[in-house]
DNA sequence: ATGCCGTCCGAAGGACGA
């Protein structure tokens, strides 16, 4: 069973891309983000076999599950904070897996309010991965966590110093996670593997440069972590004329 | 680099992303 994660940066904008990369790769689960949109453009990828269940948001936001198998949603959202009305989770079953959605906030400017709601929500992500542990379902929580986890994870590590996705606080809230004892698929089967990034900025020539973070995960149930058998970020789709600045991840599990 | 590019909304340019 391959499960993949992408951030698409807009799901109109990369529709195309989308078909593209469903038609060559074929995934049981494909897990999107900011799809930027309040109505998920369904019709082209139904016609490739696939269901659609999502949680989108006008101009901003929005997660979806795409699988050509049946998709039963069991949680829109994260309990804990019911003023939050941002489209960042959506959680269901797929072929006796639990599988999450999630697009983390980025937390950018620092001084700003966007912090403490990053911090926030990363603990509220803590408390539902503890439920799913207690109820022994396997599961699998992917997506852009907007975490650079180690300084290895940059290619140039001090752009990132004092910024959300790297500070201190930000990368123990991501280990206070993985130490409920997730496993993060590609660390774990490339331990010593550097400069692999899922994530090159628009600007400044960082794709050409492969001036890139690697910020787009897949965190393991230990049971789900029993079965990986492979785990890797697919660049193709970065080099695609007018890309998504993010390109997949995906894992197979047996 | 004080966002260099890309996308959204909405009809110019600001908000937002990482």
Not at 39 to 57: K, V
Not at 62 to 81: M, Y
Not at 99 to 108: E, F, K, M, T
Not at 222 to 243: F, H, Q, S, V, Y
Request: glycine share 6%.
């Amino acid at each position: 069973m391959k499960i993949a994660t992408w951030n698409v940066n807009s799901v109109k904008a990369r529709l195309s891309h989308l078909e593209t990369y469903l038609t060559e790769n074929r995934p049981d689960v494909l897990c999107l983000q900011e799809l930027k949109t309040e109505e998920f453009p369904a019709a082209s990828i139904q016609a490739l076999g696939y269901n659609i269940e999502y949680c989108g948001q006008k101009a901003y936001n929005g997660v979806a599950l795409l699988s050509p198998h049946p998709i039963t949603v069991t949680q829109k959202g994260l309990a804990g904070e019911d003023e939050d009305l941002q489209a960042r989770y959506i959680e269901a079953e797929v072929q006796g897996i639990r599988v999450a959605s999630i697009y983390l906030p980025n937390g950018n400017p620092v001084e700003s309010e966007k912090y403490p709601y990053k911090l926030r929500w990363m603990a509220r992500l803590k408390e539902r991965a503890k439920q799913l542990l207690a109820s022994e379902v396997p599961f699998v929580l992917a997506g852009d966590f907007n975490i650079i986890p180690e300084n290895r994870d940059a290619k140039r590590p001090e752009q990132w110093v004092n910024d959300a996705l790297a500070l201190p606080q930000s990368r123990s809230a991501f280990r206070a996670i993985l130490n409920l004892g997730l496993t993060e698929a590609f660390r774990a089967l490339h331990p010593d593997r550097a400069g692999a990034y899922s994530f090159w900025d628009y600007q400044a020539g960082a794709w050409p440069q492969d001036n890139g973070i690697r910020i787009d995960h897949l965190l393991l149930s230990p049971a789900l972590a029993d079965r990986l058998t492979a785990c890797d970020i697919d660049k193709t789709p970065r080099g695609w004329e007018k890309a998504s600045d993010h390109t997949p991840v995906w894992c197979e599990v047996a």
